[in-house]
RNA sequence: CGGGGCAUAGCGCAGUCCGGUUAGCGCGCCUGCUUUGGGAGCAGGAAGUCGCAGGUUCAAAUCCUGCUGCCCCGACCA
């Protein structure tokens, strides 16, 4: 294993992949396009995992588990889901050393097979709302893969709900993308735009569906979670009523969502550097790493015994932290390997220390090193723990608030997507303009932000416009 | 699926054009001693079906044919 990254300004693909592998977060499986997660990538997830979940059952939802084979049939019943999945599913021909009857789709998404228990399960408005979650694996027969961001099978989170009215299932879209934002913004420090996808954009089989989307470090978007209002499409199809209040049959209405590990690709992307990852305190697999140094073992003893009551201290207070005392390798040699690994905390300890009763702290973020006495440590770590990510949050936004340009005309809008960034404009066009942008240019309509409050002239058309936009490439 | 590149020890590579000692080098790994505050030093050691399958030849990592896999770019894509 060579000892440092391709430079992100040499060649961006490769210092993310390097990243990925040297930092040990995953491997190439077997298989093209699939992953092995390492158990510290795997770690990394965990926490996002648990954050989302959380999140999700404050919100009153409950997990299940559905199974993975779909059978065929199901995935042909909603026409647009059909189309829009069919050609990159996995399916399975055979089984027992048998040729199937009906072959057997792995799930892509769960949409067909949930709703087809969803009517053995809902008779009545009183069933409903019916808020499920699954933490799975799907898989997709992807073309071009890429570690995290694009890979054959990978693991993620669908919400599949159901409602009694339209409205109630709007409400819950909105509510799973508001969590999707806070899960982004206040725990992986990754600022995103939050608002609506296009016609052309938006998931096979949705009515309309919303997503957060984030711009990495080489100014491209990264659709980093998204959350769909189904309306009654899967109910039709799976014909799924229920008997309202006023003993009258409707169709239920639906809603799904999901992130998945796609968003440590986005973590990554979002705040590593050329030295390797920078992990946001909030869901770093360690906070913090200790190394002591030592020469004799007199000195050694006396360390340990400080390190020792560290320990306690961090263990108390649920700061998750790592000792490195391998004496196999050099104290240099430990910085630069915690550095590649993203920690964002580095805490030596060494014979000078102890006669001052003080440790070395230094940031992974900014490099800044600062002697800390023992009797203040815990709040300074948390204080600098804290400091980091909400300083790694600011840094990514400037980033892309600088990388976000405003633009009145079309040679203007080429001209920047052309150097790299985000173009913000006034947009009055159709999905006929919009086709036309994209084969031109390459990019698209990210989203249509929330935050509507001003109106003008559309760049491309130069008809009134009461909407803008946010242009990108993406990954 | 198109274009390009790569495949030799765990990792990174040289050797291939122009066939010919026992296939090398760096890092890593193992043993011992000295080391440890920004990628330690010395000594010794282990490790290879040269991607796979055919072919040419006295002789193939090297030449020929076919295949496979991976990476990058494009097309495609919630």
């Keep these: 294993m060579s000892i440092s990254v391709t430079k992100r300004s040499e060649d961006y693909a490769r210092w993310y992949t390097d990243i990925v592998q040297k930092a040990e977060l995953a491997d190439y499986g077997p298989v093209k396009g699939t992953m092995v997660i390492r158990p510290y990538g ?3 997830w965990e926490n996002i995992r648990n954050i989302a979940d959380r999140m999700f059952k404050e919100t009153g939802h409950v997990n299940a588990y559905f199974p993975m084979f779909i059978p065929e049939s199901f995935m042909h019943k909603e026409a647009e889901h059909v189309e829009g999945f069919a050609p990159e599913c996995a399916v399975v021909t055979h089984g027992g050393g048998k040729k199937l009857d009906e072959p057997l789709y792995i799930r892509p998404t769960s949409e067909t097979i ?6 053995k399960w809902i008779k009545s408005y009183r069933d409903l709302p019916l808020l499920i979650n699954q933490w799975a694996n799907v898989v997709r027969w992807e073309l071009r893969t890429r570690l995290f961001l694009r890979t054959t099978e990978f693991l993620w989170q669908e919400g599949h709900t159901a409602h009694a009215t339209f409205a109630e299932a709007e409400e819950e879209t909105r509510r799973i993308i508001e969590i999707y934002r806070i899960l982004a913004e206040d725990y992986l420090a990754m600022p995103v735009y939050v608002g609506k ?3 052309a954009e938006k998931f096979a089989g949705a009515v309309h569906t919303y997503s957060i989307e984030a711009m990495m470090g080489d100014k491209k978007a990264l659709q980093s979670g998204t959350s769909h209002n189904l309306g009654q499409n899967f109910a039709k199809a799976f014909d799924v ?3 309202n209040s006023e003993n009258k049959q409707e169709y239920v209405y639906a809603t799904s969502w999901g992130v998945s590990t796609r968003l440590v690709g986005g973590v990554i992307m979002t705040h590593g550097d050329d030295k390797g990852l920078i992990l946001p305190p909030r869901i770093a697999p360690y906070q913090l790493v200790i190394v002591p140094i030592w020469r004799s073992d007199d000195q050694k003893a006396r360390i340990m015994e400080e390190v020792a009551k560290i320990k306690l201290q961090f263990s108390k207070a649920d700061i998750r932290f790592v ?4 004496e196999q390798v050099s104290a240099g040699w430990k910085f630069n390997q915690w550095e590649m690994k993203g920690v964002p905390l580095r805490l030596e300890i060494g014979p ?3 006669e001052k009763q003080q440790v070395v702290l230094a940031r992974r973020d900014n490099g800044k090193k600062q002697f800390v006495a023992f009797e203040s440590l815990f709040s300074v770590v948390n204080q600098l723990l804290e400091d980091i990510q909400s300083s790694i949050f600011r840094q990514a936004r400037d980033f892309r608030d600088e990388n976000t340009i405003e633009v009145e005309n079309y040679s203007d809008f080429k001209k920047i997507i052309e150097a790299g960034g985000f173009v913000k404009a006034f947009w009055a066009g159709d999905g006929v303009a919009e086709a036309r942008i994209q084969e031109e240019t390459k ?4 989203c249509i932000p929330f935050e ?11 008809g009134a416009a009461d909407t803008w936009v946010i242009f990108g490439k993406s990954y």
């Design 197 to 199: 996808k296009t016609d």
């Design 352 to 354: 000078k220390d102890i």
């Design 452 to 462: 509507q409050n001003r109106k003008g002239k559309c760049f491309f058309t130069g």
């Design 114 to 119: 949930i709703w087809s228990m969803y009517k």
């Design 241 to 243: 009523t229920f008997l």
């Design 323 to 326: 000792v490195d005392d391998n």
């Design 42 to 44: 795997y770690a990394l």
């Design 443 to 446: 990019a698209t309509i990210r």
